[in-house]
């Protein structure tokens, strides 16, 4: 478990529950229980509206909180006064940089973090919403917390207008303060969908972009074009979600990793 003590991220991560607690107290108590109160579908919207919110935070709780591919420092700090002299040794790999902040090697694809203050293995971008990097370890629960989000998005923005264009014969009045309190809800929770729904899919866009191109955000803007690939889309999606049947990517289960461990392993200085 990690996690970064950074106040705009940890914001952001309470925002996020209160708009999601949000969005759950009005579909709960004054779409469901009040339009489709007597609706063979009131249990039915029950079960999957919260279903979709458990498996939100589940997938959320373990992109905040999960490693996303810290590098590991060595037990002692390189010397870079000889640095020169031991890249020239027999023990030169091309593949690996030096991180003068971490003082250490780090693999290919790694990249440092100014606000996590460490190198991430395959790092995307530092993401304020779950006061994390996404990076080797933890881009598959974040690909999903964006489809769990878009989903209960659209899901919302579904039930609000069906409770318009629904006939309601158990609703008070329109004047009455009940009924004009559901109309004031329904109408902050249709903004805050659309507002949240378009925001997280524009990323999710993005996000199976740069895996479908094998090439992060960090790589793109510095035109690291050397690592983008010809392979299979379906291929490039295995490495992220695992070898499993498509329909248990959606499941916020253990991620796994797609760099040999070879790789992974990082130089120490008695090493060089």
């Given at each position: 478990?990690?996690?970064?003590?950074?106040?705009?991220?940890?914001?952001?991560?309470?925002?996020?529950?209160?708009?999601?607690?949000?969005?759950?107290?009005?579909?709960?108590?004054?779409?469901?229980?009040?339009?489709?109160?007597?609706?063979?579908?009131?249990?039915?919207?029950?079960?999957?509206?919260?279903?979709?919110?458990?498996?939100?935070?589940?997938?959320?709780?373990?992109?905040?909180?999960?490693?996303?591919?810290?590098?590991?420092?060595?037990?002692?700090?390189?010397?870079?006064?000889?640095?020169?002299?031991?890249?020239?040794?027999?023990?030169?790999?091309?593949?690996?940089?030096?991180?003068?902040?971490?003082?250490?090697?780090?693999?290919?694809?790694?990249?440092?973090?100014?606000?996590?203050?460490?190198?991430?293995?395959?790092?995307?971008?530092?993401?304020?919403?779950?006061?994390?990097?996404?990076?080797?370890?933890?881009?598959?629960?974040?690909?999903?917390?964006?489809?769990?989000?878009?989903?209960?998005?659209?899901?919302?923005?579904?039930?609000?207008?069906?409770?318009?264009?629904?006939?309601?014969?158990?609703?008070?009045?329109?004047?009455?303060?009940?009924?004009?309190?559901?109309?004031?809800?329904?109408?902050?929770?249709?903004?805050?969908?659309?507002?949240?729904?378009?925001?997280?899919?524009?990323?999710?866009?993005?996000?199976?972009?740069?895996?479908?191109?094998?090439?992060?955000?960090?790589?793109?803007?510095?035109n690291r074009g050397p690592y983008r690939t010809n392979r299979q889309k379906l291929?490039?999606?295995?490495?992220?979600?695992?070898?499993?049947?498509?329909?248990?990517?959606?499941?916020?289960?253990?991620?796994?990793?797609?760099?040999?461990?070879?790789?992974?392993?990082?130089?120490?200085?008695?090493?060089?």
């Amino acid at each position: 478990m990690t996690f970064v003590k950074d106040p705009c991220g940890i914001i952001c991560v309470i925002i996020t529950y209160l708009a999601v607690l949000y969005a759950d107290f009005v579909t709960m108590r004054y779409i469901i229980m009040q339009v489709f109160a007597t609706s063979i579908w009131a249990p039915i919207h029950v079960v999957c509206f919260n279903t979709i919110i458990f498996l939100l935070i589940m997938a959320h709780m373990k992109a905040f909180l999960s490693d996303p591919g810290t590098v590991p420092l060595p037990q002692t700090k390189i010397d870079f006064s000889d640095l020169h002299a031991n890249e020239q040794g027999d023990y030169e790999r091309e593949d690996w940089t030096v991180c003068t902040r971490c003082e250490t090697y780090r693999p290919p694809r790694a990249h440092h973090c100014r606000i996590c203050k460490r190198c991430i293995r395959k790092m995307d971008h530092h993401c304020p919403w779950i006061n994390n990097c996404v990076g080797q370890n933890n881009q598959k629960y974040f690909l999903q917390f964006l489809i769990y989000v878009g989903g209960l998005a659209t899901y919302s923005v579904c039930l609000v207008v069906s409770s318009w264009i629904t006939p309601c014969e158990t609703c008070p009045g329109n004047e009455t303060p009940e009924t004009q309190a559901r109309m004031l809800h329904s109408i902050l929770l249709l903004l805050e969908s659309a507002l949240f729904g378009l925001f997280v899919m524009a990323i999710m866009f993005d996000q199976l972009t740069a895996i479908f191109q094998d090439e992060t955000a960090i790589e793109a803007i510095q035109n690291r074009g050397p690592y983008r690939t010809n392979r299979q889309k379906l291929l490039l999606l295995r490495e992220i979600c695992g070898k499993g049947h498509p329909l248990l990517w959606l499941l916020p289960c253990t991620s796994v990793s797609h760099y040999h461990k070879m790789r992974d392993t990082p130089l120490l200085s008695h090493d060089i």
